[in-house]
């Protein structure tokens, strides 16, 4: 039979039952449990400062860690989503672009900051995938990090430099089976979702486009305007520009099905890669250990950020939409995410190390 320890005389001090926690005899309302000393007016003033805490919070500037360059879209959204979070917290929302590594150096610095919701970080494509090209990492995606939800999804495009003569993805595809290895895509960077698209491209098509990565979607486009790389599966609203001015082609979406704002505009997957589906979309995470209410607060506060007009108007004008859920929804995403280019990754035997 064993006791629980307490300041109290010996006499005053009954077997611990069960549930271990037991009341000092003689002494009405006072518990022992775990070997401390409770008293419901102790417990109430605990709860009670938890909720103030969760109350109070955010008590000072809240940094949005983002694993990519600046100048891309899911950069950009960070930056609409988070001014018009940190109006509605009361606190400035700060971006810290963290590139590199294919997502894992930032990844390395969220799941390791202080769980106080001063931290949030942005989940992408490119944080689903680094399990599947990595094979030691010093955190789990999984475990590590609280989703929130999703803010923004948006569709990718085929672009290419108008030196490369192909105006069909049948073209692209043509044009690569007779120089396999030569041409060329550009990605914003390892396991980004412009790197899969390619990758993925290569399994359906059967054809061997070369990779080349960069630290952003933004110099991604920018090497292809350029005539440094051939193509690109990008975001197509920051390459219409250029498309315009004649200095970039359009070939095709990635989405299943054609998006809304470019209807004209044909699938890849209807243009003879069967199957063919990347759709760009971004997160909000907190380190694991985060207080719940914490993260309800967040959780609400997005809600509202992401139902504003403005907002959505602000976001339409990068391709982008909206995507609010419930942060169980989230983590059943990010989870199907990283078991699928688990999968992809090895057909395609890919690795980073």
Known sequence: MRHCFTAAPAQFVRPCGPAGAQRIAGRRGVWVTSGLLFAPALLACLLAASCTSAQDYPTKTIRLIVPLAPGGGNDTAARVVGHKLGEALGQQVVVDNRPGGGSVIASEIAARAPADGHTLYLFSTNVTVAPALHKKLSFDTLKDFAPITRLTIAPGALIVHPSVPVKTVRDVIALAKTKPGEITFASAGLGSGSHLGGELFNMLAGVSLLHVPYKGSALATASVLGGETSVAFTNPIGALPHIKA?????????????????????????????????????????PAATPRPVLDRLHRELMRVLAMPELNELLAADGSRTYAETAQAFAAFIKYEVEKWIKVIAQARLSAT
């Open 246 to 286: 004649g200095r970039l082609r359009m070939i095709a979406v990635t989405t299943a099905q054609r998006w809304p704002l470019l209807p004209g505009l044909p699938t890849i997957a209807e243009s003879g890669v069967p199957g063919y589906e990347i759709i760009i979309w971004n997160g909000l995470a907190a």
